[in-house]
Structures are given as structure tokens and as C-alpha cells.
């Protein structure tokens, strides 16, 4: 049987090579950030790289500054050795694994500091979040110079922030933004889905029903601070333990959703189930 194996590049000056060796046979390249503990939702996105560049490149790398002290950043789930089979498992071209000394060395002491986008929703409760997650994903942009890179719908603040970025700093590359991959009961497919009780996982699908109705609503002309509150004591009522935020916002600026405009606006909630933060978000 023929053995499935992906190239696992730990260095920049190797990445560099393999990228030139990609670029001299005129082959057109995407990349697909991550954070690994790789899922399904993880595995669509390389899928997707495949169809729309020659070759795929994975980066995987936790990245220590976007994650708060207080936050998941040591339980965060590493899987490398699983991570790697199932992307050879689904023809990634390469796996880019950088030490984390090698991203910030001793001297590091460059940040980006997002507006527009970036602000509230998530940086209400996570200030140090888009900072940290703009810098790293501009390293990775310099260090693979993808055509393309592609970031999944689920984190829409996120995929919105990085579009900006690209935009503001003339970056040449394309983002793409990719559907959320859902359990069969509609949960968004994610790593830390990991950190679930069996209790926990039977009340998380909630959130996606309570902001498909929160759209609905929306679509339909509803008040926007109602909606809001509805959907916060819905997520109560149904066993979450905290909510961060419900809101209804523009898609594209994700400024305030003006209904009788016309232009496409996105329900998007961060929520507790005990120690587990989920977010998610469905269209309008
Ligand atoms: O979405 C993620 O997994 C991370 O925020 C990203 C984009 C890989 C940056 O570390």
C-alpha cells in the first residue's frame, strides 16, 4: 500500500527553500492557518486551499500573544503527530511547525494594533486578541507569501479583522473565508469543543438555534436591542453559564446593523459553558 506522507518544515530558512522550490515550477500556493488539535472544520479548509491553489501549505503554531494570562494558552489542545497524519490524509503539500523562538525571538518587540473591525464584540473581553492574532498571521503571511490564505466563518470577527489587515497594509494576497463545518445537531466544529463536559455537549448546540432565530428576527425588521436581550436570557435558560455578547451587526464593517439598509448583517455570540468559551455566528 502506498505510504501517505506530508513535508514537516520546522525552520524559516527551510519553509523559504521548499516556498522558492514551489515558486520556480510556477505553482500558485494558499495557506491555511491553524492552531492544530486539526478537526473536520480544520480539514475543509485545506480541502478548499487544494481546489483553488496547486499546492497547500498548513501552518500550525499556539500562539502565545493572542491568548491572555488567564486564558487556555497551557491547556490549549497539541496534537502534532495526529495532526500531521490527517493532513497527508487529505494531500496538504506542506506543514509548517515554527518553534516559538524561532516566531519571537528574545528581540521581538514589533505588535499591530487593529481598529475598525477589531473593535468590541471579542475585544470587549479578550483586549489583548486581535493584536496578538494580526501579528502572528502577518509573520505567516511574510514567511510562506501565500497567493491566497484561507480562515473559516466560524471566528467572523476574526476572518473581517484579517480582511482589513490585508486591505489597510496592501498586503498581495487573497483571503478567503470559508463556511463553518457543524456537527450533525448544528454545533460549530471546534478544538475546543475538546473541553466539553458530556452535559456541557448536550446544551452547547443551543447557541447556533438561538442565533439562527436571533437572524431570523433581524430579517424580518426586529429591534435589535430586544433581540439581543432575548437571545441572552435564551442562552441562560438553556444552561449556559455566562454570555459575553449576542449582537446583530454589519457584515462587512461589523459596525451597527441598520435593517433598512439593505446590506447583509451577521448575528454573532461568545458564551460560557463553565470553563469553555464558545463562539459562533450565522448570517442575516
Ligand atoms: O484561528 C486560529 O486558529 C488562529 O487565531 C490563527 C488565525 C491561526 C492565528 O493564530
Do not use: C
Amino acid at each position: 500500500m502506498k505510504s501517505i506522507s506530508v513535508r514537516a518544515v520546522r525552520t524559516l530558512k527551510v519553509l523559504r527553500r521548499e516556498i522558492a522550490l514551489i515558486r520556480s515550477r510556477g505553482e500558485s500556493l494558499a495557506l491555511v492557518p491553524t492552531m492544530g488539535a486539526l478537526h473536520e472544520g480544520h480539514l475543509a479548509l485545506v480541502k478548499l486551499a487544494k481546489k483553488k491553489a496547486d499546492r497547500a501549505v498548513v501552518s500550525i503554531f499556539v500562539n502565545p500573544t493572542q491568548f491572555a494570562p488567564d486564558e487556555d494558552f497551557s491547556r490549549y489542545p497539541r496534537r502534532e503527530a495526529d495532526d500531521i497524519a490527517k493532513l497527508a490524509a487529505v494531500a496538504a503539500d506542506l506543514v509548517w511547525l515554527p518553534h516559538p523562538a524561532e516566531m519571537y525571538p528574545a528581540n521581538f518587540a514589533t505588535r499591530i494594533a487593529p481598529e475598525g473591525a477589531a473593535q468590541d464584540l471579542e475585544t470587549e473581553f479578550r483586549p489583548h486578541f486581535f493584536g496578538g492574532v494580526t501579528t502572528v498571521v502577518a509573520k505567516l503571511f511574510n514567511q510562506v507569501t501565500p497567493d491566497l490564505a484561507i480562515f473559516g466563518e466560524k471566528d467572523f470577527q476574526q476572518l473581517t479583522v484579517i480582511k482589513q489587515l490585508v486591505r489597510d497594509l496592501d498586503m498581495p494576497l487573497k483571503i478567503v473565508g470559508a463556511p463553518t463545518t457543524r456537527a450533525r445537531d448544528g454545533l460549530a466544529l471546534s478544538s475546543r469543543n475538546a473541553y466539553l463536559s458530556d452535559a456541557e455537549r448536550q446544551i452547547a448546540p443551543a447557541l447556533i438555534q438561538i442565533l439562527r432565530d436571533a437572524a431570523d428576527r433581524a430579517r424580518r425588521g426586529g429591534n435589535v436591542h430586544q433581540i439581543r436581550a432575548d437571545a441572552t436570557l435564551g442562552l441562560l435558560q438553556a444552561g449556559f453559564t455566562k454570555v459575553d455578547y449576542v449582537d446583530v451587526r454589519d457584515a462587512d464593517t461589523l459596525g451597527p446593523y441598520q435593517s433598512k439598509s439593505r446590506r447583509k448583517g451577521r448575528a454573532l455570540a461568545a458564551a460560557w459553558l463553565g470553563k469553555t468559551r464558545l463562539i459562533d455566528n450565522v448570517g442575516v
